[in-house]
């Protein structure tokens, strides 16, 4: 003999297939809070520092105008304004590697 199951039992294994029971997936923050800040700096394609300037040097690519106390001019830190009668001190690659 053979044995057929009735429909009504094939639909219930079918139910039974469909539910898994739901997952949830809650993820947690972690947040770090470092004892020294840290400058945030940009990389250039060759990953040198892209310099933001200072007190001593403003990088533009154009003259903007007269500034008091500065020289626009094409200098070490590249084309900006540069503190008259200051020593240019270009900002080291290796202090952020």
Known sequence: GVKK???????EKE????SKPTQLVTKKRVAF??????DVVELDESGKVIDKGD????PSLKWTGRKGG????LGERGLGY???GKKVVIP???AYS
């Open 92 to 94: 080291s690659n290796m």
């Open 55 to 58: 007190d001593d040097f403003t």
């Open 70 to 73: 500065f020289e626009f001019k």
């Open 82 to 84: 540069y503190r008259t």
């Open 5 to 11: 199951e009735e429909p009504d039992q094939k639909e």
């Open 15 to 18: 139910d039974k297939k469909e």
């Open 33 to 38: 809070k470092f004892k020294t800040k840290f």
